[in-house]
């Protein structure tokens, strides 16, 4: 592509080089590169924030892990996350070689909880969105005030990606209880928007949440509990921002849903929405429950003989379907992760190299990280 793009410009004797050429040169240059070259001018903006840009970009970079280790330090009231980039797995190595990429400190703050999402280079800690490529950060605003409603109140955040627009966005729903009802309120916040302010938005779906999100493809799903106190897996759309109820949580999966706190976690089954359950602490056995759109979730299969751990599934790592299994608590200082090749059926112990950094409170995976671009 690049030596017929020049072979072009040679004919044509000029020197404006083609915008395919330009972008095939910006995609292989490094992401620091390439946040510098976005600063020359508006045209050279455009060109990086295109989507043709950022699908190539995302091709030609390597699968790899992110590691997330937080350290709360409660003398001084801080949280200290350090960020790790890992190489692709090898199918013939049980340790995994890392890079550091930054540490970002923010504020515990009492009665919070710090859920972690990443999407698409970027995560969201808390109140705090982070690029852990270059350490920047910027702190969501305050939500607006809801004068009518009780004191009393949950309150959780889920992030996402819009890759239509191009645009992060971070929906959160406040739940204030109503004598035995609950009175749910939904407001979104678009990073890099003016003003820097929470927007309402209207649900026709009265419902409150029972889990952790998960975005895939710009919808952010989760489970939830409906008015007519019916169990569904619950989509939103980051770019119409709109609400449906995706798929029906069944009777087997209901029974099994509560009596594991790691099944909160959504997972991405190449490319559909899955829930990992332990039926039993006593059986080293885990069941994966599938959704399609429009039906009832069903059992995919389930994975025997696993290692004697307290495990959680974190997601699928690439096309063949490997899986990843995080232990809950960490082995000493041991940083390590479960590899399940499908293709082999088998389960190998693998360790994170982790260079200067001895104590951590709690450690997170993400698969498929790619350097973000954004300028947050």
């Known amino acids: 592509m690049i030596r017929r793009s020049l072979r072009l410009c040679n004919k044509r004797r ?207 799903y989760y489970i939830a509990r409906t008015d007519a106190r019916m169990m569904c897996l619950m989509r939103f759309d980051l770019n119409s921002e709109k609400f449906n109820i995706y798929a029906r949580v069944s009777e087997e999966m209901k029974a099994l849903y509560f009596r594991d706190n790691g099944s909160r976690t959504l997972l991405n089954y190449h490319g559909k929405v899955a829930v990992a359950i332990q039926p039993s602490h006593s059986v080293p056995s885990i069941d994966l429950f599938i959704f399609e759109a429009g039906k009832q979730d069903y059992k995919e299969k389930s994975f025997d003989n696993l290692p004697q751990l307290h495990l959680r599934v974190k997601g699928v790592i690439n096309h063949m379907g490997d899986i990843i299994f995080a232990p809950s608590c960490s082995e000493g200082d041991d940083i390590v992760i479960i590899h399940h090749d499908l293709k082999g059926a088998s389960f190998k112990k693998m360790k994170f190299e982790v260079a200067n950094h001895d104590w951590f409170n709690e450690s997170n995976y993400f698969m498929g990280y790619v350097e973000s671009l954004m300028l947050i």
């Open 14 to 220: 000029t020197y404006v080089v083609p915008l395919d050429l330009q972008i095939e040169i910006l995609s292989r240059l490094p992401s620091e590169s390439v946040v510098r070259i976005m600063l020359v001018s508006k045209s050279w903006r455009e060109i990086i924030l295109s989507k043709s840009f950022m699908r190539l970009r995302s091709l030609t970079q390597p699968l790899r892990f992110l590691l997330a280790l937080q350290d709360i330090d409660y003398q001084t009231g801080r949280i200290n996350c350090s960020f790790f980039s890992s190489s692709s797995l090898s199918s013939s190595s049980t340790s995994i070689s890392t890079t550091f990429l930054s540490t970002v400190t923010f504020p515990l703050r009492r009665r919070a909880s710090y859920p972690s999402y990443y999407v698409n280079g970027l995560i969201n800690i808390g109140e705090f969105i982070c690029n852990p490529c270059n350490g920047k950060t910027v702190s969501l605003p305050k939500l607006v005030k809801i004068t009518a409603a009780s004191r009393r109140r949950i309150t959780e955040r889920f992030f996402g990606y819009d890759p239509v627009n191009n645009q992060y966005k971070v929906l959160c729903i406040t739940m204030h209880p109503v004598g035995r009802a609950t009175q749910s309120y939904f407001q979104v916040f678009t990073l890099g928007a003016k003003p820097k302010t929470w927007r309402f938005i209207d649900c026709g779906i009265p419902h409150t949440t029972l889990s952790k999100g998960l975005c895939i493809d710009g919808f952010v």
